[in-house]
Nanobody
């Protein structure tokens, strides 16, 4: 069983940067595909991006491509979401998630492919 805990959220002005961290405990972190999702008020939880087991493969949705970077440190059991050029529409609760038994050569993109979830951290971007 994997426990995930996000940190690093907060309030930032448009154009600013923020780095989220997600620390994992339990399980074998290096064998999990890790993903980031977000949920804005009144909207569905959406996939933001993810990273494969060893960090060789990443995937981002178009709305964040070029602005967000996902990385992982398997020695620290931590995955990161570096966000830059933030926009008010990036305001949401951000969740990290772990997918078990997924291919090490690709990134899971669908919510139902992820097995474990963190509690989320709020990111608010002011205009």
């Amino acid at each position: 069983q994997v426990q995930l805990r996000e940190s690093g959220g907060g309030l930032v002005q448009a154009g600013g940067s923020l780095r989220l961290s997600c620390a994992a405990s339990g399980g074998t972190f290096s064998r999990y595909t890790m993903g980031w999702f977000r949920q804005a008020p009144g909207k569905e939880r959406e996939f933001v991006g993810g990273v494969s087991w060893r960090g060789l493969y990443t995937y981002y949705v178009d709305s964040v491509k070029g602005r967000f970077t996902i990385s992982r440190d398997n020695a620290k059991n931590t995955v990161y979401l570096q966000m830059s050029s933030l926009k008010p529409e990036d305001t949401a609760v951000y969740y990290c998630a772990a997918a078990e038994n997924y291919s090490p050569f690709s990134v899971a993109r669908r919510r139902n492919e992820y097995d474990y979830w963190g509690q989320g951290t709020q990111v608010t971007v002011s205009s």
